[in-house]
């Protein structure tokens, strides 16, 4: 499975993750990361045939709330703690491009 | 035969409405000042967790069976990762591989929006509908933009047909027929204005006959179901101008620019978005049996196919009536009070078209406010039956009841607006106008049968319009 | 002066102390520790102060919430409290004011527990020696040259030190075990569900859960009462009326009968020092002296435990991090010209690099391509592990295991290698991965570093009682612990 490891493109997953790295961090990042990508390649040598997967630890099902609604909280617990605001009222971030959902 | 088949799909985003949001318990309202409507889980706070709105997944699951939809008997949510400032937790919880519904179809049918010719009916498949939460609101400015999260979090569907559709008109269609059902269902008012119903078109043409798909183009940004058609004829033009011109097509999202009538280039898919779905840990999945699916089928509402097919049955409408009647499900509901209390249904039919529609659209009130409770229709066109009044003093009545309230009865007679079938005093009057027009009275006797219409114009007058019609042309025939 | 919550309690319940006098004694000791252990990020004297007298004024009203109205203990960082910062022991969320209290804190104040200040940890819980903090490092009160462990190494530290009663830890692969283990104290992690998760800053949803870090058993039993229950606001909450776990301490179990499984795979393993299996064989030989019985078990998919929890713990992660990037609060980068910049420097100036390398493999495990070979596989090796775990408790009613292959490591040890750091988990992460409960009890000091050793016993779900009462039972007969 070492075409694996060797296929762990750093560029590339730091932007994904928005990442930015210092060359010297990526350096020893790069290192860092062949070796356990390459430790987790163990996982391979499993033989998983008809099992399921575990997605969480308690086996329920259904949790769900009832439709009603509850006073929201004031706006200034969150404006407070926002970097850059627009008149107190909008969170205000660089120029985006709306793409919509 | 053209040269290009067009291939078309929709993925179209319809608010659900619930008193709550999705998974945090802040009203879920439009209109509410910025950022006040918001709470640490709609606003990804560290730490917060999400508990699912169980009436948002039970309107998902009405709008599956509205749709003809299977029913997943188990489902999840999924996260969908990708950075956006709109998105608070910077992944969305949605749904993947297991959504609430999938292969559905509905029907589509009417009339064409462009030449109102008929539409042939035709039935899109529905590939599958999701539940998930939609994102803050982003207001732009020169250099910034602000957000504002009182959308964030709201219940949110994604309903993604198959690509079923050749034309502008069939989308129009497509588009007009969820959204009744939606209506119809109470699942969502799909208010465009409000960002109810958001619609995302995916657009490929391909030399006509052959199998493989052409570039898939997606068109964001469509404001009104007349842009999304607009959008749609202008970017198959431009496609097929493309490809006549043999440029090849790039898979891009383009946007739609409503003043200048024409799509411009957003950003160009160089490759796939890599969203990193995985099953959301902080939920558990939702089941159903088929006891609970019943149970939700068994409060589903008559969906506006059905009831269009009953109203042409039951009460002899023509399909293009039942179609104006069945479009809003409080006007079809209106219509079925007022003609099951009538001897004649289509007569009803007419006067809803005709005059109470056209007043509710001059006064912009709903159904809902309508002034007339359809009983008073109902009384009114018995009126008419009966001889106690004319069609056109009818109408008369009709403005009154609409704007003053009152039933017909009590403004017929508070105005003396009686029809008059008295033969003598009908007789008086028809003597009076042949008196007084000697010259048409020469006209109809030297043949131009024209004329009586000019004399029962002048009886009506006389009468101030209560003169029963009937009797007026009979002893005008008689007299002349 | 009164060391446990029990004794506290006992003291303040009889009138022979006040709340503020406990508070200002532990906050004399924190003071005193402080400059050398730095326990804690911040500790807020006025506000503990406060609460102490409100305890305290209702006490003498006869008013009290609790037998436990009053006592301080500490709070890991990552654990959300109303009008404090809550860091996470990180960069990037150094100027965030918690608008509101996680559910364990909501608990501990209906009851009265003051919250005492914010105990240090690895950054987001990542780390195993309380070094990964933008903050502090924080020492081990048993050889300041050594790390208390991680990530709740400040909680464990603060205890052992005295600085305060007991503490609030989290833990998701042996966060909370490990540093108890390192720092010669008792740590619970329950089993997943047991306690509300909501507040609690994620790190991996399916595995984290909060626990109680305490000098004593009954001490964790009391804590795990108080903060355990079900929570309308946590999907993953169990739903569980359960009676008092304290209350079942009141007499040491005859351990007559009960079988203690012991997994040859945890054994039978380079990299087990043996001065920790030599304290580790001698209690299980305590254990026998005491009448329980001893049965090999075995686990055999263990050597695929610390992979898939890698795997699956940072895929997690990779997406419970993603909303930290300077939008609507916490550090925003100054330099960034555009949007794209503001997340791409925020994080990464934000971030420490154990976090990085974390986001970057659970990114990499979750993207196109990758998703059914690393995650998808590790789901499954999960599902194996817990039938593993499953099968072993038909044969005992715990099992037992040192907490950690070696004692608390030298500071710096693995600086330039977080595998090896990794690794060190094994004993640890399979309850996280399981969801089943697991203690870690000292059991004595390592003949040639003189560092205590923890022992663990693991239960099944919702194992506790038993658990409690084993271990109980065990601590009663010993007097390994040591101030
Ligand atoms: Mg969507
Ligand atoms: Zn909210």
Redesign the interface.
Known sequence: MSE?SSS?D?DS??????????ET?KDS?RI??E???A??????E?D?EG????????A???????????A??P?E????????T?DD????????????? | MEKYDVVIGLEVHVKVRTESKMFCSCANLYGAEPNTLVCPVCMGYPGVLPVPNKEAIRKTVLAGLMTSCDISKFSKFDRKSYFSPDMPKNYQISQYDLPFCLAGNILISGKRFSDREPLPEKSIGITRIHLEEDVAKSTHFPKSSGIDFNRAGGPLMEIVSEPDMTSADEAYAYLTVLKRIMRYADISNCDMEKGELRCDVNISLKPAGRKEFGTKIELKNLNSFRSIHRAIDHEIARQAAELDAGAPLSQETRGWNDDKGSTYLMRVKETESDYRYFPEPDLTPITFSDEEIDAIRAEMPETPDAKKQRFIENFGLTPYDSEVLTNEKAVADYFEKAATKSSNPKQIANWIISELLRELANSANEISECPVPPANLAELAELINKGTISGKIAKQVFTEMFQNGGSPAAIIEAKGLLQVSDSSAIESLVDQAITENQAQVEQYRTGNQKVLQYFVGQVMKLSKGKANPQMVVAMLKEKL | MEKTLHEISKSLNDGAVTSVEVCEAFLGKTEQMEPSIQAFISVDVEKILKMAVEADSRRTRGDSLSPLDGVPVALKDNIMEEGSVCSCASKILSNVTSPYDATVVAKMRAAGIIPFGRANMDEFAMGSTCENSAFAKTANPRDTTRVPGGSSGGSAAAVAAGEVPAALGSDTGGSIRQPASFCGVVGLKPTYGRVSRYGLVAFASSLDQIGPITRDTRDAALLLDAISGHDPKDSTSLNLESASLADTLAEPMDLKGIKIGLPKEYFERDGLDADVEKVVDEAIAKFKDMGAETVAVSLPHAEFAVAAYYVIATAEASANLARFDGIRYGQRSVDALDLMETYLKSRGDGFGEEVKRRILLGTFVLSSGYYDAYYLKAQKARTLIREDFEAAFEKCDIMLSPTTPTTAFKSGEFASDPLQMYLADIYTISLNLTGFCGISLPAGNSASDGMPVGVQLMGPALGEEKLLSVSHAFETSTVYTQY
Do not use: C, W
Not at chain 1, 15 to 20: G, H, I, M, Q, T
């Open positions: 694996q762990f750093l997953i730091a932007n994904l993750a928005r990442l930015e790295l210092g961090e990042l860092d990361m070796k356990i990508v430790y987790v390649n163990v996982l391979s499993l998983v099992v399921e997967p575990m997605a969480h630890a308690a329920l099902t259904n949790v769900v709330r009832n439709d009603r609604a509850d929201s909280f706006r617990a969150f404006i407070s703690n926002a970097p850059e627009i009222e909008l969170i205000k971030v660089p120029k985006v491009i709306d793409v919509g959902v």
